[in-house]
């Protein structure tokens, strides 16, 4: 990949003071997205995958901030914003977000309509009448039957999935460069997730945006995405093109994950969990943070952290076990199953 | 819309009319002595009372004299004064002090809403912050202190510093009004910049404020678009309500200022057995308060386009 990164995060630290302590949420993490990608994050709950997206567009919670590290827009740092006049030449226009849930992201007492042309009027300097007709098109464009009426019509009178369309109509309508999608699909009906991805990948299309997925749902990641980063108490511990992370992952906490997915069970055997809790933010992290967690870790993981080995120039993982100088370490049954599977389809 | 506004008018005259019905009845429990003077007690032998009482169709069944009555209130007839004013028609009685506590009630209702936002929204701008930590302290302390504590205070502070009258007087109601405006606005002011405040705070933290500034709004924007207007809503439907409450809390301050206002009338009828200036005066309450409710609820059907308008109940 030669081309130059849309965005690009260097060695970012996130920390957050709870009741006079400081829990270090994001531990040096570094991300280089490329336009018109599709980036799906994955990772436990807890992982950072969150946090670390929405210092994007300076949503942090209050008590939150960027301690270190760079994160590269068009020519500014953005770890560096600190005003609300600064991000707001940012959020919407540049950026914009999808939320989990669509249930409560509309405002309950505006109409629908009169939400995404704020949206509009915010961002692209356009009012009234015209700004109206933007939203209508909008409207539209999500797929949502009859704009004309239900631009007049409040949030409790959509559906979950209606809603959530709505919800991404207010974040693509400025034309963003990136569109952030928490989990966008999380909230609703198996049925509708199908038709969200496909309208985001639609809209991802026609507006030229670069989307970043944000989800524990590895069948979402296999759908949608073209790579990949997984995510582990603050940090990026692999990533790569789709196919590397499913067929050719490295990474002990990767195998455990793909490992877990109901589809790779084998009948009979129970399936395979990943034991143990993440680890304590609030302390410091020795070594490999999934090494505690990690049944075959080596002496190593538990001294120093891993730097990032390259598998291929798109694939990389952070994990000892790729180092030379490691004991050879076979990738576990379910990948090579997997693997299987894949060369088996040809 | 319609429906829903008739449903509720309905309920609340039902409402009015129990508590009609119970008042007349628990009034009527009471020895018949009310409806003499304290002279005609003494005066009038057993047999002129019984003679008095039937012609006033006292002595009838009682869901007789429940008719009558319903009958009168229909008419606006709310009887005579026996004991305060022999005689004189319960509603002149009432008039004037009705007047005079309506005044003050109303404009103490004014303040206490602006001034009471006022604080809840300062409070809310600065959470967590000294203002905000004061605002909390003020409420609780009016909360906390005995009212009759805090009126003392007020009155000590008006009269000594800054040199108000601290009586009220029919000569000069303007002046002598404002002590008794303030200590009725402390309460209140209290309870708005509460639950105000709460509100506003309980909208900051949703979901939606989020998406609202994800998409660019400033902060600004965000509380006068977003927060503040949608905390009113459930903050518009005690409005009408607390109106009542001014009124009632008068009861104290107006014996306090020795304002002549309702508030003394009624106590001053119960102790002197005034049965038809207490009836009356009871339901008037009633009728201030469940108008209180029904417009509140009205407010907020405007407001809220989530209450169902097609009146099966509603979801709330």
Redesign the interface.
């Known amino acids: 990949m030669t081309k130059e990164p849309i965005l690009s995060a260097k060695d970012v630290e996130i920390q957050f003071s709870l009741r006079g302590r400081k829990l270090t949420a994001i531990r040096r993490c570094s991300l280089d997205l490329y336009e018109g990608e599709t980036l799906a994050i994955v990772g436990e709950s807890g992982s950072g995958k969150s946090v670390f997206t929405k210092s994007f567009?300076g949503?942090l919670d209050s008590n939150g901030s960027i301690t270190h590290g760079s994160i590269m827009y068009d020519g500014k740092d953005l770890a560096k914003y600190k005003k609300?006049k600064d991000w707001?030449t940012i959020?919407?226009?540049k950026i914009?977000?999808v939320?989990q849930?669509p249930m409560?992201?509309?405002?309950?007492?505006?109409k629908v309509g009169k939400q995404i042309q704020?949206?509009i009027e915010?961002?692209q300097g356009i009012k009234g009448a015209e700004a109206k007709k933007m939203a209508l098109e909008m409207l539209e464009k999500v797929g949502i039957p009859f704009p004309e009426k239900r631009y007049n019509q409040?949030p409790?009178e959509f559906s979950g999935g209606m809603r959530q369309r709505v919800?991404i109509a207010?974040?693509a309508?400025?034309h963003p460069d990136i569109l952030i999608c928490d989990e966008p699909t999380t909230a609703l009906d198996v049925t509708i997730q199908a038709q969200i991805l496909n309208l985001i990948r639609d809209l991802q299309k026609e507006l030229k945006m670069t989307v970043i997925y944000i989800t524990h749902d590895l069948g979402v990641v296999a759908n949608v995405a073209d790579r990949v980063a997984v995510m582990y108490a603050g940090q990026i511990v692999e990533y790569g093109t789709v196919n590397e992370i499913f067929y050719d992952a490295w990474h002990p906490y990767t195998w455990a994950l793909l490992s877990s997915l109901p589809q790779l069970g084998v009948k009979g055997e129970p399936l395979p969990t990943i034991e143990g809790t993440p680890p304590n933010l609030f302390n410091k992290i020795q070594g490999d943070a999934f090494a505690p967690r990690n049944k075959k870790a080596l002496a190593i993981d538990f001294e120093e952290e891993p730097p990032f080995f390259e598998i291929t120039p798109t694939h990389k993982a952070k994990t000892w076990y790729l180092d030379p100088r490691a004991p050879k370490i076979e990738q576990p049954e379910a990948i090579k199953r997997l693997r299987a599977s894949m060369e088996g389809r040809g | 819309m319609f429906k829903y506004t008739i449903k509720r008018l309905l309920q609340s005259v039902v409402t009015v009319l129990i508590v009609v019905t119970i008042v007349f009845l628990l009034m009527r429990m009471l020895p018949t002595d009310y409806f003499f003077t304290e002279d005609q007690l003494m005066k009038f032998t057993p047999e002129q009372k019984e003679e008095q009482l039937q012609a006033a169709g006292l002595l009838d069944p009682m869901p007789k004299q429940l008719v009558r009555y319903y009958g009168q209130l229909l008419k606006f007839d709310f009887g005579e004064s026996r004991r305060i004013q022999n005689g004189v028609d319960v509603v002149s009685v009432i008039g004037d002090k009705f007047t005079i506590s309506m005044k003050l009630g109303c404009t103490a209702l004014v303040i206490s809403l602006f001034v009471g936002i006022l604080i809840g929204i300062i409070q809310t701008l600065n959470k967590d912050r000294i203002l905000d930590h004061v605002g909390t302290a003020y409420t609780i302390f009016v909360n906390a202190v005995p009212s009759l504590v805090s009126y003392s205070l007020v009155l000590a502070f008006g009269s000594k510093v800054l040199g108000l009258p601290s009586l009220y007087s029919t000569r000069n109601p303007s002046e002598t009004s404002i002590l008794p405006i303030v200590c009725l606005s402390l309460a209140s002011i209290a309870s708005y910049a509460l639950w105000t405040r709460r509100y506003m705070v309980d909208e900051l933290n949703k979901d939606y404020i989020k998406l609202a500034r994800v998409k660019g709004t400033s902060s600004a924007g965000i509380m006068i678009k977003h927060v503040f207007k949608n905390a009113f809503v459930p903050l518009a439907q005690y409005v009408p309500a607390s109106f009542l409450y001014t009124i009632g809390g008068s009861l104290l301050v107006e014996r306090f200022f020795s304002v002549p206002g309702m508030g003394p009338l009624l106590t001053d009828a119960i102790v002197r057995y005034d049965v038809n200036v207490v009836q009356t005066l009871v339901v008037l309450y009633a009728v201030l308060g469940t108008l209180g409710v029904f417009l509140g609820d009205i407010l907020m059907m405007l407001l809220d386009p989530r209450i169902k308008l097609t009146g099966k109940g509603g979801t709330r």
Do not use: Q, W
């Open positions: 567009l949503m609300e707001r959020r919407g226009k914009s977000m939320m849930d409560t992201s509309l405002n309950p007492l505006k704020e949206s915010l961002n409040y409790h919800v207010i974040a309508a400025c």
